[in-house]
Each structure stands twice: as C-alpha cells, then as structure tokens.
C-alpha cells in the first residue's frame, strides 16, 4: 500500500455529537480526498484537497468538513454526526490531478452512528 | 447526474474467463479505471486505460473500450478463487473519479 493511514479504523458513536477522522501520508501527494462507500452506491466523493488550506466540495458535502493544515494530513468532521452518516470513508491521495495520476486508497475508516 | 453503471454480480468456475462490463458517461474522461476490493479492504488499482486508447492487456487482464458506446470492459483470463472480490470502474470527471456500484466477482473451485 501507499503511505496513507487512516484513524481510526472503527469508531462507534452516538447521534449528534461530533467526530473527526483522520487521514495520513507519508508520499507527499499534493491531492487528498475523503469518499463514502454505501451499499447500493459504489464510492462517493465528499470533499478533497489540491492543497495545503486549498479544500473544495464534492457530491456528498452536506454535514461534512474538512481541513488541511499540513501536505501529510487531512481531517474530516461529522459537526454533528446522523444516521444518515453511518458508512465506511475512504481517503485517497494522488500526485497530480485525478484524471492524470493514478489515485491509492486507504484501508478505510468504518463509522457507525446509533 | 453522472452515472457509471454495471452489473452487480458475476459468477464463473475456476479456470474460466470473467468479462465485467461498463458504461460510462463523459466523453471527455482522460482515463477509465478498474479497481479490486477485497473484503475488509481498500481500492487496489488493477489496470486503466487511457481514452485513446482501444485496448489494453496487463498479464491475465485485458481491457477493451469502446468510446463510440461509452463502454468498457474487463476480461481475466483463467481465473483463480483469489480473483473473488468486487471490481469497480470508475472514470475520472473533474477533480473526482466517479465510481460504479461494483460487480461481484464469486469464482468457484
């Protein structure tokens, strides 16, 4: 696998309080993205990154956020966690834009929200 | 909306071809991708082909696209119960790749 860890790798937690994944790299890939898997609906994106403080929505935004500090990391935030958010998220990482570089995955963060 | 469809599942004997389908819907796509998850596992790349491109082969897998029809296939040959997992295409649209809901792939001994 590329570089990329994400934590944690489970977490259960209740509705409406606030969670926070993490994820990390050691490749010094300029882009970063955060998507959900669901059954019935492949990989969505939620948001990514094509710089540090430089993050921009995806097809899914709505009750997330992200931010980037550093290159090596990028955060994504449940304000207020649903049910709705139950799902297994996904962070990428590629050298250059998606569409010329070629896009690893990391091991996933599987979320539950009761 | 964007859309990339295929079919949900497919399941074959060892030893036999398995061909997954997909269609696609920008033109404008760069490049088309095939992914392989394995249970409890992130996205591995296997292979993706550039759009100017007709085919493309990488050991057992070949990749076949059609821009006309705006499919894509992948074809393994001889596969192995090692290939079972679930095989998305996905295309890459702006900053994002667009991903399929994934085939299963179940190959029996």
């Known amino acids: 696998d590329a570089g990329i860890t994400q934590s944690p790798r489970h977490k259960v937690t209740e509705t409406g309080t606030p969670v926070t994944l993490r994820c990390h790299q050691t490749?010094?890939?300029?882009?970063m993205y955060w998507y959900r898997q669901d059954p019935g609906h492949g990989l969505r994106l939620i948001h990514y990154?094509?710089?540090?403080?430089?993050?921009d929505k995806g097809e899914v935004s709505d009750g997330y956020s992200v931010s980037r500090s550093k290159t090596e990391d990028f955060l994504l935030t449940l304000e207020s966690a649903t049910s709705s958010q139950t799902s297994v998220y996904f962070c990428?990482?590629?050298?250059?834009?998606?569409?010329?570089?070629?896009?690893?995955f990391g091991q996933g963060t599987r979320l539950t929200v009761v | 909306g964007e859309d990339v469809e295929q079919s949900l599942f497919l399941s074959v004997r060892e030893g036999d071809s398995s061909v997954i389908n997909c269609t696609y819907t920008?033109?404008?796509?760069?490049?088309l991708y095939w992914y392989k998850q394995e249970p409890g596992a992130g996205l591995q790349l296997l292979t993706y082909?550039?759009?100017?491109?007709d085919m493309k082969q990488d050991q057992r897998l070949t990749v076949l696209l059609n821009k006309k029809d705006k499919h894509l296939s992948l074809r393994i040959a001889d596969t192995q119960t090692g290939d079972s997992a679930i095989y998305f295409c996905a295309e890459s649209i702006g900053p994002a790749l667009i991903f399929g809901k994934g085939t299963t792939l179940s190959v029996s001994s």
């Open positions: 990428a990482i590629s050298e250059s834009f998606v569409g010329s570089a070629e896009a690893f």
């Open positions: 920008d033109s404008s796509s760069t490049y």
């Open positions: 990154s094509y710089g540090v403080k430089d993050t």
């Open positions: 490749e010094n890939h300029r882009y």
């Open positions: 082909i550039f759009s100017n491109m």
